[in-house]
């Protein structure tokens, strides 16, 4: 099992009423009694999974590259569909790529580019700032997945449990819309240059465009356009003059002003097209339960289990027979025999509410992870302040 912790670097905190039960971080596992046997029982167990994404280049980019980039709109009507719009535009990070993307809502779903998160199940998400010009904080990081893809025309759709605040999607505009001549927008983050904005107008309509790229082969209908298209850009939104949807900005061509986006009509034949969902990365080994009983201090009931197929306890969950303490769950990422995540069901729910990371194996909380949907992996990741109440 890989090791998957997103380590952010964006100062904050918010207050909780309980403090941080960060001590059983750095130690040895729960332990079970000493004559304890391998079960032959396989399990089901859900898995602690950020899908690939390490998160060592959006900490990178959230402390340099995040603050917004100069407007640069030609009229009070181009400044308008900048200021309404931009919310919906979102910075898309992996370990390996940086683009953009538009929140649709479609069941809170952000379009996007498939060459910007290729290769992942998971990717981070940075919204734009309530404050004009300010950095990103961890309120404005989500965690999102990376639900459908079609790689032949370049385009993924991915899916957040929930947006920070209360945004406008982007409307969907359609074929129609598509005409020579017209004034064009587009928003996105070229460089990592945030939330930029610039303006052209539809060079051509060109159906059926094949391109090639170092991704391999594609073919869609794209818009060609003089709107500067550059990495960082990809993925993000080509608007109408009434700020629809009408292309996704997707590459450029050797010459003078060609760049191209993939058109609305090949956006809707992806939305409504069934299949090519993303599929979980099988797992290695198949998980074993190591022992169910009493802990050796016979104070809570404990699961164990192996996930690596080394015969080595990972995973364990410690239930207390105290109903005051929180169901908790201890994971050894690096399999060296010490927790380096706790995760806590506080109220006994069985569902997960809050957990706690030690990136850097020292023994100390770096992390805090929030569970917005009760799983094990966390939806929201933030540094973690000592002193402050979770």
């Not at 998971?122 to 079609?150: H, M, N, Q, R, W």
């Not at 790689?151 to 969907?172: E, V, W």
């Not at 819309?177 to 051509?204: C, L, M, N, R």
């Not at 909380?365 to 990741?381: C, E, F, I, N, S």
Request: proline share 5%.
């Amino acid at each position: 099992m890989k090791r998957f912790a997103l380590s952010l670097v964006i100062a904050a905190a918010l207050a909780q009423t309980a403090m941080a039960q960060s001590d059983g971080l750095g130690q040895a596992l729960p332990a079970s009694p000493d004559n304890a046997n391998i079960t032959a029982v396989d399990s089901v167990l859900e898995l602690y999974d950020l899908g690939g994404l390490s998160g060592s280049v959006l900490a990178k980019y959230a402390k340099a590259r995040v603050g917004d980039a100069p407007y640069t709109g030609r009229g009070r009507h181009d400044s308008e569909i900048y200021r309404a719009l931009s919310p919906s535009v979102v910075i898309i990070v992996t370990d390996t790529s940086l683009g953009s993307g538009s929140y649709i809502g479609l069941g809170d779903s952000i379009l996007t580019n498939w060459h910007v998160v290729k290769g992942f199940n998971k990717v981070a998400l940075l919204f734009k700032p309530t404050t004009e010009g300010a950095k990103p904080s961890e309120a404005d990081i989500e965690i999102a997945d990376v639900v459908k893809v079609d790689p032949t025309r370049d385009l993924a759709l991915l899916h957040i449990s929930a947006t920070p605040r209360d945004l406008k999607p982007i409307a969907l505009g359609s074929e129609a819309d598509i005409q020579v001549g017209a004034d064009v927008h587009a928003i996105g983050h070229p460089t990592g240059e945030a939330w930029t904005y610039t303006k052209g107008f539809v060079s051509q309509y060109r159906k059926d465009y094949p391109w090639k790229d170092e991704e391999g082969n594609h073919k869609a209908s794209v818009i060609q356009t003089q709107t500067p298209i550059n990495p960082g850009n990809s993925g993000g939104p080509l608007l109408s003059d009434d700020g629809k949807l009408i292309g996704v900005n997707t590459f450029k061509a050797k010459g003078e002003a060609l760049n191209f986006a993939v058109s609305i009509a090949d956006v809707q034949a992806f939305l409504g097209k069934e299949g090519q969902t993303i599929a979980k990365a099988p797992v290695a080994c198949k998980t074993k339960k190591i022992y169910e009983g009493r802990d050796r201090k016979n104070v809570a009931l404990l699961v164990q289990y192996d996930t690596n197929c080394d015969g080595k306890v990972d995973y364990s969950f410690v239930t207390p027979d105290d109903i005051s303490k929180p169901i908790a769950a201890y994971v050894d990422t690096n399999f060296d025999g010490k927790a380096d995540i706790s995760i806590e069901d506080r109220n006994r729910d069985q569902k997960w509410d809050i957990s706690f990371h030690d990136t850097d194996y020292d023994g100390q909380v770096d992390l805090v992870g929030y569970h917005a949907d009760g799983k094990l992996t966390p939806t929201r990741l933030e540094r973690y302040l000592p002193g402050v109440k979770y």
